[in-house]
């Protein structure tokens, strides 16, 4: 009688211990091949990890690295993906949770590849348990597709939507000492520059005319509409549609690139008139020339404040002043 209880009990017990006793062999075995990068994967390994039962997660990429394959996205996501798989499995995870990271290359899977019907590469499938405290209904992979440069902490954030709650491990990038290195280097060597030329270099930045230069380019620039012209993206010039061009737009809301540069011109010349009237010319010891120049950079004044007006007039038409001589 005793025998025949035990022989029941072992009835309904095996089904459950076969069914969960490989899962668990399967995730061991393949956690044991690679404790921290992803596991190379060919076609029946492929089938094996994702097969049922499973009482694991199986993230897969299949990619395509070889430089035959001309994939640029699946050699630059490589790395990424190693470092994901890092982080996961030597952070600490929430009991029970189980995830396994692989990578199928076209070279070794080309039957996954066919029989999935994959036309690009690379492609995330995240493949849900079926057994266990995290087991899925239904046990269809969830497929991430790319569109273009995917970062580890952008596809991480997406697993770890798909993943059950709790404490996750970190996305940890390791220190890059050569950027350090490199760094450092680039800013001795920018101190040693600077030490060694400074004698040399200092007085001309701390020249004051270079820097009144400097400033009068940039107002003229900016005070003509070079901006304008950036960010509404203008013509430099159009037709007049008699078969001339047309220098000048019509309105102050609109302008051309050569108007712009125009403008500028003139208050360049206006500007250099205007110092020479107040700095070069009282200087002069000879008055005879001192009266030529003042009668010179007059003229220039008055002609080119002139065209300044005329300028004005022909993008409204209905500005009443002008200035000989335009």
Not at 46 to 74: M, Q, W
Not at 161 to 173: N, Q, T
Request: overall charge positive; aromatic content about 14%; charged content about 15%.
């Amino acid at each position: 009688m005793r025998f025949f209880s035990l022989f029941i009990s072992f009835l309904f017990i095996a089904p459950s211990v076969l069914s969960t006793t490989p899962a668990t062999d399967k995730f061991e075995r393949y956690h044991s091949i690679s404790r921290s990068t992803p596991i190379e994967l060919d076609d029946s390994s492929y089938e094996d990890l994702t097969s049922k039962p499973r009482d694991y997660y199986a993230a897969v990429v299949l990619t395509a690295t070889e430089a035959r394959f001309g994939c640029i996205l699946c050699r630059e996501f490589e790395p990424e993906w190693d470092l994901i798989a890092r982080s996961w499995n030597k952070g600490l995870k929430p009991d029970g949770l189980k995830l396994l990271f692989g990578t199928l290359d076209f070279s070794n899977g080309k039957g996954t590849f066919q029989k999935l019907m994959l036309q690009t590469a690379p492609v995330v499938l995240v493949f849900p348990p079926t057994v266990g405290p995290f087991a899925k209904v239904d046990a269809t992979p969830l497929r991430f597709d790319f569109s273009g440069p995917i970062s580890a902490e952008q596809l991480y954030t997406w697993l770890n939507r798909h993943l059950p709650e709790g404490p996750k491990p970190l996305l940890v990038r390791p220190f890059n000492y050569v950027r350090v290195v490199s760094l450092v280097t680039i800013l001795m060597g920018i101190a040693t520059l600077f030490t060694v030329l400074s004698p040399y270099v200092l007085p001309i930045v701390r020249n004051r005319n270079l820097w009144a230069a400097v400033s009068l380019i940039a107002i003229l620039l900016f005070t003509s509409g070079h901006m304008f012209n950036h960010i509404r993206k203008v013509p430099y010039v159009v037709g007049d549609g008699k078969g001339g061009i047309s220098y000048f737009a019509g309105g102050f809301q609109n302008q051309f690139g050569m108007e712009t540069q125009i403008v500028a011109a003139i208050y360049a010349v206006l500007s250099f008139a205007t110092i020479a009237l107040a700095m070069k010319v009282p200087r002069m010891t000879d008055s005879k020339a001192q009266q030529v120049a003042v009668v010179i950079w007059g003229t220039v004044l008055l002609g080119m404040y002139s065209f300044l007006l005329s300028v004005f007039k022909a993008k409204n038409g209905g500005y009443p002043f002008f200035l000989p001589p335009f």
